[in-house]
């Protein structure tokens, strides 16, 4: 049990006071490492708000993909490319179709996390 | 190049005066000045610096804005060495292609620490945001994209052999062949698996296309790497990756969206549709673009430009390179992944993701 606010509330405002009172103060020339700054944050604050919660979808489809239940993820994730990489689903059409399910949702979760805006410019929620 | 960083270190008093008297040999000036010389922001591979100087005499008789380009404290793989870049400068201002005159160039580290050389300041920005979002320049950028299409192919009339540029990479290893080998190799080292680049490599390897006379091609000729002042198209920056290879290969990397920044629905660069960058490289080329080809190398820009992003984070992870930058963008390459997956899926995403 840790005290609060929580690392991710704290991520949040300390951000919050960068961009709005820190940087309006800053010199031209160090506005651009303050923003690089501003948009690290964001995206520890996303992770550990995201690591709090259930682990990501992906690793469950992955698991059921691969019939390994308890599987590490990134070992299954390395298989995955290794088969990708040898085209290993090509001749069984829902097989593919199933990795490419895992592909999407492992891409769109990544994003969720490093660039939201960009998936939101994409069409994506 | 426009904006200014804050000086990593201030050159020894030395070295100036060592720039300075390279400058009046070269120039043939009696003596040169150095009134500024300062780092500019903005090269993640090269250092520039900013340097204006004062001709006595000679043939730049006068104060002269200029830039002087050096390596990073660490390089990313592939790119040319200086006095390379420098040779294929000059051989695209010897071609009419508008790039900022280049001047000198020197291996002697007893000068700058390093090698580098010397070429003319042009003036406006080449801040991409700024560019594809700047609503004055907004009825401009169609004209920019036509004038960019026939620069591009004024570099690619450029053609081997030559005996100047005899260094650079032969065609084959610019061949898809060759760099899906590469991204293979550094995937095979790279920690993290990343299944989407493997899916598009593969596609790639089933869809290469036959093998072209090649050209000389810039690599990088993208937005963010050309000089615009007001609509005035003022210089083509940064040849380190320049070599032989396919044209389609430098239309797909301008088009990627990659390189479109605050407009990701402007296919050419981020400043228009493709038709005006079309045209002009084909009135230029005086041979049409083949859209099939430049697809394969859009999504072959996608996969090169997810590998270069985590490169650019490997300089921070592995290099211990300490930049905020370098490191944030290794976060880009699942940019580029979702990006593969809508080029190549016709079906889309599935709605559970």
Redesign the interface.
């Known amino acids: 049990m840790r005290d609060l606010p929580t690392g991710p509330a704290l991520l949040a405002l300390a951000r919050d006071v960068l961009l709005r009172d820190l940087l309006p103060v800053l010199p ?3 506005a ?2 303050a923003r ?2 501003a ?2 944050m964001a ?1 520890a604050e996303r992770e550990a708000e995201a690591s709090a919660h259930a682990p990501p ?1 992906v690793a469950g489809e992955l698991e059921k993909f691969y019939d390994a239940e308890g599987g590490e993820t ?1 070992s299954l ?2 298989r ?3 088969d ?2 040898t ?1 290993a689903f090509e001749r069984s059409g829902p097989q593919d ?1 199933q ?10 979760s ?2 969720r996390l ?2 939201p805006r ?2 939101a ?2 069409g ?1 929620r | 190049m426009a904006d200014t960083a804050s000086p990593p270190f201030e050159p020894r008093r030395e070295r100036r005066a060592a720039l300075a008297q390279f400058l009046a040999g070269g120039s043939q000036a009696s003596h040169v000045e150095i009134i500024r010389l300062e780092p500019l922001r903005g090269g993640a591979i090269q250092e520039n610096w900013a340097i204006d100087a004062r001709f006595a005499g000679g043939t730049l008789a006068g104060e002269q804005p200029l830039v002087l380009r050096t390596a990073a404290p660490t390089g990313v793989p592939a790119s040319l060495d200086r006095l390379q870049e420098f040779a294929v400068l000059r051989a695209a201002f010897a071609a009419g292609v508008r790039v900022p005159e280049p001047l000198f160039a020197s291996e002697d580290a007893e000068i700058f620490g390093k090698p580098f050389f010397i070429m003319r300041r042009v003036t406006g920005t080449a801040a991409a945001y700024r560019i594809t979002r700047d609503p004055v320049l907004e009825p401009e950028l169609p004209g920019i994209a036509e004038r960019l299409g026939r620069e591009l192919a004024r570099i690619h009339a450029i053609r081997p052999p030559c005996a100047d540029l005899a260094f650079l990479p032969a065609y084959q290893d610019a061949r898809p062949e060759a760099q899906i080998a590469g991204f293979r190799a550094y995937l095979d080292r790279h920690p993290v698996p990343r299944p989407v680049l493997e899916w598009g490599i593969r596609w790639l390897e089933d869809h290469i296309p036959p093998p072209v006379e090649p050209v000389l091609c810039h690599h990088d000729f993208r937005t963010g790497n050309y000089m615009l002042d007001g609509n005035r198209l003022t210089g083509i920056l940064d040849w380190e990756f320049a070599g032989w290879g396919d044209p389609h290969e430098d239309i797909g990397w301008f088009c990627c969206k990659g390189w479109r920044f605050a407009r990701l629905d402007r296919e050419a660069g981020g400043i228009s549709d493709r038709a005006p960058f079309y045209r002009g490289y084909e009135s230029e080329a005086g041979s049409p673009v083949d859209p099939p080809r430049a697809f394969f190398w859009e999504v072959l820009a996608s996969v090169r430009w997810a590998i270069i992003a985590l490169q650019q984070s490997d300089r921070y992870m592995i290099g211990g390179e300490r930049n905020l930058e370098l490191a944030l963008t290794g976060r880009r390459a699942s940019e580029c992944e979702l990006e593969i997956l809508m080029l190549l899926d016709p079906n889309g995403a599935p709605s559970s993701a």
């Open positions: 031209d020339e160090a651009l490492d690089l700054v948009s690290s995206i979808a990134a994730l390395r995955l490319a290794h990708l990489r085209g179709d990795a490419r399910q895992i592909l999407w949702q492992l891409t769109i990544k994003l490093a660039n960009f998936l410019a994409n994506f």
